[in-house]
């Protein structure tokens, strides 16, 4: 049971450039969702899902953008990477409300840097 | 909006003592996270609590929630140096609507 599955672990990337974040879990969680954290800042929403074909914004979205094409998986794509994407990136999935064990389940995190 | 408040920030405790961090948060919910992460890994779910007055204990740990005071507690009995770590509380409406996180309590238990 692999559990919330995000690749890769570690990345560098020049501003400008473009890439996708992976994100996979295989317990057939209605709900996914992407966070960054930052140093005194918490874990801030950047977009969510709460089922195939459906996602939403969260807190920071801008510069980012997803799709749900599956249950299982949940990519985050940044277009034109910018210094202030410097981040540690966390994939969370849950079951939606009703259903057991509510509480989310997170990946391992992507330390993304951009240079 | 919800937000969600934790204090401290910080807090260094010598092994054996007793402390508490305080989670308030600005809305009705009465579903309330506590998650621990360790230095450089991933969140790992300590507690859920889903009603009023609901407590739960996991060895020197132990969360309560009072939704009337929007405040959920994480009180820690005897400190070991195992137990340091960011502990971060996390609430959502219901719903399908996203869990908001604290800015979480970087404990560090001293000798």
């Known amino acids: 049971n692999a559990g919330v599955t995000q690749t890769p672990k570690f990345q560098v990337l020049k501003t400008g450039q473009s890439m996708t974040l992976q994100c996979a879990q295989d317990?057939?969680?209605?709900?996914m969702s992407w966070y960054r954290q930052d140093p005194g800042m918490g874990l801030r929403l950047i977009h969510y899902?709460?089922?195939?074909?459906?996602?939403d914004q969260g807190e920071v979205p801008n510069g980012y953008n997803v799709s749900r094409s599956t249950t299982e998986d949940f990519p985050l794509r940044l277009l034109s990477a910018a210094p202030s994407q410097t981040s540690v990136y966390f994939c969370?999935?849950?079951?939606?409300?009703?259903?057991?064990?509510?509480?989310?389940?997170f990946g391992q995190g992507t330390r993304l840097t951009v240079v | 909006e919800l937000k969600v408040e934790q204090n401290p920030l910080f807090l260094s405790m010598q092994e054996g003592k007793n402390y508490t961090i305080y989670c308030n948060y600005s809305?009705?919910?009465?579903?309330l996270y506590w998650y621990r992460q360790d230095p450089g890994k991933s969140l790992e779910s300590l507690f859920v609590?889903?009603?009023?007055?609901a407590v739960k204990q996991e060895g020197r740990l132990m969360a309560s929630l009072d939704t009337k005071a929007r405040l959920s507690t994480l009180h820690i009995t005897a400190a070991v140096h195992d137990l340091s770590a960011t502990y971060f509380c996390?609430?959502?409406?219901?719903?399908?609507?996203?869990?908001?996180f604290g800015k979480g309590t970087r404990l560090s238990v001293i000798a």
């Open positions: 899902s709460v089922g195939a074909g459906i996602t």
């Open positions: 609590l889903l009603s009023n007055g």
């Open positions: 996390a609430v959502d409406e219901g719903g399908n609507t996203p869990l908001v």
């Open positions: 969370a999935s849950s079951y939606s409300i009703p259903a057991p064990g509510p509480e989310a389940f």
């Open positions: 809305t009705t919910s009465d579903r």
């Open positions: 317990m057939n969680h209605e709900y």
